[in-house]
């Protein structure tokens, strides 16, 4: 008995008070939060132009995710204790806060290393063993769907389509640059239209040229004729982009999707530094979007209707990835061992924590307000007892 009441009667109001405390989650979409697609389904309508990435439900379903906060409920097998952590979703506190890990260990690795130094006699050239390098997809080849199916490494089952891009042009960069590690930034354009980066740092570096653009920024390209011929930035390529760029497109002979742009990595003042172009990948996806501040997406119905144009690369970056499971960034152990990124201590004792299962946002809620009040009815019956014992 507690206060008179049963104990079945005196748990009654812990659940509707728990019920009362729990927020009411304002949704964009009827899904309420939730991610409805079947993965291979869902790239299938896209590829075969049943669903769109324009779809301004299918954003509204993407934003509804992102903001909803699952939690992932663990037990310590050694004392029984439970704790809830918030799962990593693209956009929220927890996945911008890994990411930001992961840019700072780059940073940290590359800090005070030199991969260019000058060519002897020329005062604007460089030898450089670090390549920016970007392509795109060209519109009349490639629908946006289409576009961000190429650059997944691994087909549908039954579909005929472009795949495993990345990797082929890897491969193509071996044959003329030799071995090197590769950073690869699957990123989105305003549009919605994939337009990846890759970083390349190379074991035998390449000269490079100061060259200043029509808008006056300086950046460092590749001037050996032998190299410029082999990925199709040769003179007699360069002139007939100039008459007809979808045939230099359909003739380059290592990226025949649409447009590819060499950029060389050196130290010089006034250039992109080694710095800023291997943390330049991360710069999306270290925003926090789904708490307030200027990058919010509270309110935001959805991503059609921004006007930002980098708010829109970034929500597009995020929704292109998620509909096609691919990796934002990635860098393998040839990328690390060339910058000297040190590999993560593994603890050889097992986990005392074991993962039991995931909760949505609001039975995380609810459960965490329910022990709030069985709490304070455990109080007041302590408080009542040690009244009733004084007197």
Known sequence: MTDGLSEKDAVRPRLKDAFRNVPKPDFRTKNCGSWPFDNEELIRDLVEHRRSLDDPLLQAILLDWMETEDYNKFIN???????????????????????????????DAIKDKIFDYPVKGFRNRRMTRL?????????????????????????????????????????????????????????????????????FILDEPVMVERHVGKNGVVSWRLCESRI????????????????????????????????????????????????????????????CITQDGKNSIKGIPDINSIKDKDKRTMLFTHLGNKCFRTRDVSFGKGFKD???????????????????????GYEHDFIMAFNQQAALIKLRNSLQSSREAIT
């Open 77 to 107: 097998l050694e004392t029984g204790e439970i704790i809830f952590a918030q799962s990593a979703k693209r956009g929220n506190v927890v996945y911008a806060t890994r990411k930001t890990k992961n840019r700072d260990k780059v940073k």
């Open 131 to 199: 390549l920016l390098v970007t392509v795109n997809f060209d519109r009349t080849k490639f629908t946006a769907e289409g576009a961000w199916a190429a650059l997944r490494s691994t087909p549908v089952e039954g579909m005929d389509y472009t795949f495993n891009v990345i990797n082929k042009l890897n491969a193509n960069i071996s044959k003329i640059f030799g071995k090197h590690g590769t950073l690869t930034s699957k990123e989105a354009q305003s549009s919605g239209y994939p337009a990846p980066h890759l970083i």
């Open 228 to 287: 410029l011929n082999r990925i199709g930035k040769g003179s007699l390529m360069r002139k007939l982009a100039k008459n007809d760029y979808r045939k230099a497109i359909d003739m380059n002979p290592i990226w025949k999707h649409g447009f590819i742009d060499f950029e060389g990595i050196v130290s010089e003042n006034d250039s992109r530094s080694s710095m800023n172009a291997i943390t330049y990948p991360f710069k999306y996806l270290v925003k």
């Open 338 to 360: 060339r910058i000297g990124m040190l590999p993560e201590k593994k603890s050889d004792e097992p986990s005392q924590w074991k993962r039991i299962r995931t909760l949505t």
